[in-house]
C-alpha cells in the first residue's frame, strides 16, 4: 500500500487560509469515507483534527474543516494562526482493514 | 479523562526485540480499538496495525506482518507491540492510538516511546 501524496510544505500569512491536498487511489480515499487528519508539533502526541472527512471532534475549532473529491482529500486551515505552524497528515481507510498515511506537509505560518 | 500511557525509551542492539506497552485508563479497554503508527527521524507516521482488544485479534500493515506482533492483557488494561528482529532504521517514536474502530479516528495518543536501536 503506497502512501498518500501531500504537498511537502505549504505556507500562509496570519488570517489568511491555506489548503492542503491528499491524493489516494480508488481502493482507499475513493472508497471510503474515513479519511482523517491529524496535527503534530514536533515532540508532542498528534492531535487529531478532522474524521470522517469533515467532522471536527470537539474542542478543535471551526477554522479546521476537511472535503473530499474523488480520490482526493483536503484540509483547509482558515484565519491562520502562528500556533497553527505543525505538520499535517492525512490518513485513510483501506479495503484491507488497515490504514496509509500520507507522507505528510509542513504548513508554515510567516 | 480517556489516558493512553506508554513505557519509556529503550535502547536495543541490532537483531534484538522490543516489547512496548500502552496502558488505558477513563475508558472500558475492551471497547475501542488500539492501532500502532511510528515515526522514523526526519520521517513521517506510518500506520503499523490494529489490535482489538476485545478479541485479541490484531491486523498488520504488509511491512510488518513478519517481525510485529499486537497482544493485550485486559485485566489491566494495556495493549503491547511486540518487535523482533531490530534494524537501525526501526530507530522511531512509536505510538498507540485509540480509535473506535479499524477506521483512522485517532482521538486518544499515547505520549510517545522512542526506540533506538544502535551497537
Known amino acids: 500500500q503506497s502512501a498518500l501524496t501531500q504537498p511537502r510544505s505549504v505556507s500562509g500569512s496570519p488570517g489568511q487560509s491555506v489548503t492542503i491536498s491528499c491524493t489516494g487511489t480508488s481502493s482507499d480515499v475513493g472508497a471510503y469515507n474515513y479519511v482523517s487528519w491529524v496535527q503534530h508539533h514536533p515532540g508532542k502526541a498528534p492531535k487529531l483534527i478532522i474524521y470522517d472527512v469533515n467532522e471536527r471532534p470537539s474542542g478543535v475549532p471551526d477554522r479546521f474543516s476537511g472535503s473530499k473529491s474523488g480520490n482526493t482529500a483536503s484540509l483547509t486551515v482558515s484565519g491562520l494562526q502562528a500556533e497553527d505552524e505543525a505538520d499535517y497528515y492525512c490518513?485513510?481507510?483501506?479495503?484491507?482493514?488497515?490504514?496509509?498515511f500520507g507522507g505528510g506537509t509542513k504548513l508554515t505560518v510567516l | 479523562q480517556v489516558q493512553l500511557v506508554q513505557s519509556g525509551a529503550e535502547v536495543k542492539e541490532p537483531g534484538a526485540s522490543v516489547r512496548v506497552s500502552c496502558r488505558a485508563s477513563g475508558y472500558n479497554f475492551i471497547y475501542s480499538y488500539i492501532h500502532w503508527v511510528r515515526q522514523a527521524p526526519g520521517q513521517g507516521l506510518e500506520w503499523m496495525g490494529w489490535?482489538?482488544?476485545?478479541?485479541?485479534?490484531?491486523n498488520y500493515a504488509q511491512n510488518f506482518k513478519d517481525w510485529v506482533t499486537m497482544t493485550r492483557d485486559t485485566s489491566i488494561s494495556t495493549a503491547y507491540m511486540e518487535l523482533t528482529r531490530l534494524r537501525s532504521d526501526d530507530t522511531a517514536v512509536y505510538y498507540c492510538a485509540r480509535s473506535p474502530s479499524t477506521v483512522p479516528t485517532y482521538n486518544y495518543w499515547g505520549q510517545g516511546t522512542l526506540i533506538t536501536v544502535s551497537s
Open positions: 489490535l482489538n482488544p476485545n478479541s485479541g485479534s490484531a
Open positions: 490518513c485513510s481507510y483501506v479495503g484491507t482493514s488497515t490504514v496509509v
